[in-house]
Each structure stands twice: as C-alpha cells, then as structure tokens.
C-alpha cells in the first residue's frame, strides 16, 4: 500500500534560516509525490509536487523539495525561512490502482518560526 | 477565480443529530473529494466524485454517512445519526477531470463538533 511517513511532529527555526521538513514514501511503482500547507482554520493549500524530471522542485513561496530515489525521501526546504511560514505542512503520495488519483496524507508537521 | 466553497465553517450538534455540509467545487472541476480530518492527523479520503458518479466510496461509512452530487456540481455530505466519534473537520476538494497528477483546491473545511 501508498503510503508517506512524516517523523517529526514539529519543526522549530529562527527566521532567517534555512528549514527542513522531512518526509519519507512507501510506493508501488513510480512515486507521484506533493507538498500542502495549512494554514490555522483554513483549507490546505497546494505548494508543489514531484511527477517526474529533475528531483529538486520548485514551488510557490519560496519553497522546494528534493525527490531521492534511494533515501525514498521528499524533503520540504526553504533557504531561509520566514515567520509567515508558520503553520501546518502535510506531504503525500497518489494512491494507485482504482483509487488512482486520490491523495494519502501524512500526519503532518507543524513549523514554527520565530524571529 | 473563486476557491472552493464550503458550509457552514462551524457546526455543534448533540449526538444522534443529523447534519450536512455542502460544497461547492471550483467552476470546471469534474473531480470532487470529501475528506475528514481528525485533530493531529492529515485528511483522509471518505469519497470521490467523477462528475455525478462516486468512483470510490470504499472509506466512506454507509451505515451513517452518505453523499451526493445530483448535478455533478455541487455535493453534500450527510452524517445520521452523528456521533462523538465523527467531531473532525470535513474538507472538500477539487481538481480537474482525468488529470490524476493535478493538484487538489481545498476549500476551507467544516469544523464538526458533537457533544
């Protein structure tokens, strides 16, 4: 079964410096893999998410993830973070199969970044 | 563009209630998801839509819960009769049709609580 794996329940940077939020997939086949960001009392917003090609990937405030094949691993990363990037941080994988198409979320991991 | 719609954004209910939440896809979305998220863990899949047909509902609680979609638009979730056990926030979701590797929007979620 699909499945990602996110160790740590939070993640705690000052701002300004460079985070790392981890996260580790279990697939049958080829991973198709994707980032969200929740914020507090809202929906969860889309930051980025591996298909295929380069295995560092860019997405939307600032934010890239890096696909190793080896490790199994999608790491979240931002160079140099910023208070705003507080909040909750969800990967996860395409299911596969006749539920193709559906996501499976890890547990998440809450970033907190102080200034 | 709009989001997602969702409501209501709060709901509190004694046990054995019924309630329903509606949601409103992104205009052109064929796809829609209801997932339920408990506190601490990431969403889970109860249902997705294809237009008006439910490709999978394997996760979705028949003896309490059911849904639909007549039109192919809009969807409501209905839980009957609610219990403690359901308190969770129900977020709904879309993407575009037979693009398995787009992007979910997520709407801004229901806040269920049962007492």
């Known amino acids: 079964a699909q499945s990602v794996a996110q160790p740590e329940d939070q993640v705690n940077v000052a701002e300004g410096n460079p985070l790392t939020v981890k996260c580790t997939y279990s697939?049958?086949?080829?991973?198709?893999l994707f980032w969200y960001v929740q914020y507090p009392n809202r929906g969860l917003q889309f930051l980025l998410k591996y298909i295929t090609g380069d295995n560092l990937v860019k997405g939307s405030y600032g934010f890239e993830a890096e696909f190793n094949k080896s490790q199994t691993s999608f790491h979240l990363k931002k160079p140099s973070a910023l208070v705003s990037d507080s909040a909750l941080y969800f990967c996860?994988?395409?299911?596969?199969?006749?539920?193709?198409?559906?996501?499976?979320f890890g547990k998440g991991t809450k970033l907190s970044v102080k200034p | 563009e709009a989001g997602v719609v969702q409501s209501p954004r709060y709901k509190i209910i004694e046990k054995k209630q019924p309630v329903a939440f509606w949601c409103n896809p992104i205009?052109?979305?064929?796809?829609l998801y209801w997932y339920r998220q408990n506190l601490g863990q990431g969403p889970e899949l109860l249902i997705r839509?294809?237009?008006?047909?439910?490709?999978?509902d394997s996760q979705l609680p028949k003896d309490r819960f059911s849904a639909e979609r007549l039109k192919g638009v809009d969807s409501t979730l209905k839980i009957q009769p609610a219990e403690l056990g359901d308190s969770a926030v129900y977020l709904c979701?879309?993407?575009?049709?037979?693009?398995?590797?787009?992007?979910?929007?997520f709407g801004p979620g229901t806040r269920l609580t049962v007492t």
């Open positions: 979701a879309s993407s575009p049709a037979g693009q398995v590797y787009r992007e979910q929007y």
């Open positions: 697939v049958s086949g080829n991973p198709y």
């Open positions: 205009s052109g979305h064929n796809t």
């Open positions: 839509y294809e237009n008006e047909e439910a490709v999978d």
């Open positions: 996860a994988v395409r299911d596969i199969g006749r539920s193709q198409g559906n996501l499976i």
